[in-house]
C-alpha cells in the first residue's frame, strides 16, 4: 500500500466518532453530496442524496466498487468537505445503500446471517439480502454470537473516548428470527449476570 493511502486510512480512523446522517435535520437532504471509502479506494462525490435524504450512489461508481463473494459492496461514506468519521453502509450491484452499525472500525459482519442496521435512532438486524428482517426497535444491540444477540430497550450509548457501550434501560436476548429468548430485565439486574 502506498505511503499516501496509508495516511489517508489512518487518518479516517482517528478522526472523532460521528455517524454521518444524510444531512442536518435542520437543513434540506436532497443534494447532499458523500465520498466514498473502500480498503485501497477513495471515490470522490460518488454519492448523493435524494428526495428522502438518503445517500445513493452515482451510476458511475456502481461498476467500480470492490464487490465481496458474496455480492455486497462495504462502502463508508461521509459527507463531501465534513470532517466526520462517516457511515458504513452495504450494498449489491444496482441495490439500495444499507447502513450497519460500525464493529472494529468496518462495517458490521454478517453472524448468524444478520448484521445489525441503524433505521433513525433505532436499532435492527438485516439479513444478507439487505432486508430488515428483526425489526429496529431496540436503543441499543450487539452483533449475535452462538445463535443470540443482546440488545436493549432504553438504554443510552456511552464513551470513554475511543470505546462505545450502552448502559441503563432493560437488556434481554433475541434470536435470528428476532424472538425474545432471554426475557427483559433491568440493567442493574443484568449487570450482575455479565
Known sequence: MNDVLKLTVLALLLLPFDPVAA???????QGVVFDCWQPELIFKQCAIAGPDGRPRLTPAYVPRLQYRLDGLAPVLLSVAGKKVRGQWYYTRRGGPLVP??????GPDDFVDGRARSPV????????????????????GAYPFEKGLAVVCRG???????????????????????????????PWEMWKEVL
Open 23 to 29: 444531512a442536518d435535520p435542520n437543513e434540506d437532504a
Open 100 to 105: 450497519v452499525e460500525r464493529y472494529d472500525n
Open 120 to 139: 433513525g435512532d433505532k436499532v435492527g438486524y438485516i439479513d444478507r439480502n439487505l432486508d430488515l428482517v428483526i425489526p429496529a426497535v431496540y436503543d
Open 155 to 185: 438504554c443510552t450509548l456511552v464513551s470513554d473516548g475511543s470505546h462505545h457501550w450502552h448502559e441503563g434501560g432493560e437488556w434481554g436476548r433475541i434470536d435470528p428470527t428476532g424472538r425474545v429468548v432471554v426475557p427483559f430485565q
